[in-house]
């Protein structure tokens, strides 16, 4: 059974940070790995899409890197502000399957 | 493109009432919709998989009789909590595939707010 972990679950820094955001999942055998942004009591925005053949994707400040054999995404913000306040969800989807498997978040605060 | 939205966006109702949340693709026809289930600071967990004109597959642990997807038509799914209690007050979010697209995509609606007194 897939798991997603994400760490830390909560993460607070000032505005202009470089900061990470780290996903591990169980099981290599994936599909293709996403990063969503979740605000409060809302609805998700996808954010990147690594297909399990990428290694990463890159959308402005986001850069997303895949390591599907050591089952480890990271999420890479530059220059945060305040803005991307917000939790951050990976979720993976496995191979055969349509199913997301969604990991716990991590809830970011940028501080201006 | 590819907005789902859901209605209603937050309900309080008695305990013992049953609830109905639609999921509505607006500019898209989708061939399967997903629905979530939310518990506050908990990530999402899939419930059900629902195809249009066919019984919804639920996930382990979801009962059926008490969480009914209908999915009648490429635009239109609807999920209705049947006598609901407390513990299922929770915040429920659907997702639609594009019909034809890759089956990897799905598009999230903006959530429900369910609260169950």
């Known amino acids: 059974k897939q798991e997603v972990t994400q760490i830390p679950a909560a993460l607070s820094v000032p505005e202009g940070e470089n900061l990470v955001l780290n996903c591990s999942f169980t099981d290599s055998a994936i599909y293709n790995l996403q990063w969503f942004r979740q605000d409060p009591g809302k609805g998700l925005t996808s954010l990147l899409l690594i297909q399990s053949s990428q290694r990463e994707q890159t959308s402005g400040r986001l850069n997303a890197s895949l390591d599907k054999s050591s089952g480890r995404s990271t999420l890479y913000i530059a220059a945060s502000q305040p803005g991307d306040s917000a939790t951050y969800l990976c979720?993976?989807?496995?191979?055969?399957?349509?199913?997301?498997?969604f990991g716990t978040g991590t809830r970011l605060l940028v501080s201006p | 493109g590819a907005v789902v939205s859901q209605h209603p966006s937050r309900v309080i109702c008695k305990s013992g009432t049953s609830v109905k949340i639609e999921c509505r693709s607006l500019?898209?026809?989708?061939?399967?919709m997903f629905w979530y289930r939310q518990f506050p600071k908990q990530s999402l967990m899939l419930m059900a998989t629902?195809?249009?004109?066919?019984?919804?597959?639920?996930e382990q642990g979801v009962e059926k009789d008490k969480f009914l997807i209908n999915h009648a038509s490429l635009t239109l799914s609807t999920l209705t909590v049947t006598s609901a209690h407390p513990e299922d007050s929770s915040f429920y979010i659907c997702?639609?595939?594009?019909?034809?697209?890759?089956?990897?995509?799905?598009?999230f609606g903006p959530g429900t707010r369910l609260l169950v007194l």
């Open positions: 500019d898209f026809q989708a061939t399967t």
């Open positions: 629902s195809n249009e004109g066919s019984k919804a597959t639920y």
């Open positions: 979720a993976v989807m496995n191979t055969g399957f349509q199913k997301l498997v």
């Open positions: 997702s639609a595939s594009i019909a034809g697209a890759r089956q990897e995509t799905q598009y």
